[in-house]
């Protein structure tokens, strides 16, 4: 048991093509991309406008309960979500990025403070805390550099 985070990637993609076809009317061909995801993953689709996403898993925190507060003050209004998903934009994880970076370089734990909870982990401003900022940065440098994605999902559990 315990605090278990989760953030995925969205992207977008067409489900199906439509083609010119012999008489001047189109043909609704399915996008073999969109075959090939949906062989091997639960993805969701909008059929009346042919757009599916696939939600990637990208990054996983356990007991970084410093992050999960940033979520839940920035992403979720103040209420923790458990469970529940919540839509992230790309300039919300470069804020967090921005902030965890700020903390790490002025050794400022007021920035990304502790947060207590039922096996949340401790909130001692140690050695995992500090390395749990750390892998952020450097998880979150690449994710935004990589600009793969539409949008983003946090998710707990705990």
């Known amino acids: 048991m315990g605090l278990d985070m989760y953030l995925r990637g969205v992207k977008y993609f067409n489900t199906c093509t439509y083609e010119h076809a012999i008489g ?14 949906a062989e091997h993953y639960d993805i969701e689709t909008d059929d009346e406008f042919g757009i599916g996403e696939v939600h990637v898993p990208v990054m996983y925190w356990r007991k970084a309960n410093q992050i999960h507060k940033w979520f839940v003050d920035n ?27 700020f903390a790490i370089e002025h050794k400022d734990p007021s920035v990304m403070p502790p947060e207590s909870g039922f096996f949340f982990g401790s909130t001692e401003i140690d050695e995992w805390y500090w390395e749990d900022l750390n892998n952020t940065r450097s998880a979150l440098e690449k994710l935004l550099k990589a600009d793969k994605f539409e949008s983003f999902i946090y998710q707990s559990s705990w």
């Open 75 to 101: 992403t979720q209004g103040g209420e923790d979500k458990n469970c529940e998903s919540t839509p992230v934009s790309t300039k919300q994880l470069q804020q967090l990025l921005d902030d965890v970076t």
């Open 24 to 37: 001047g009317d189109f043909v609704k061909k399915v996008n073999p991309l969109y075959q090939s995801i």
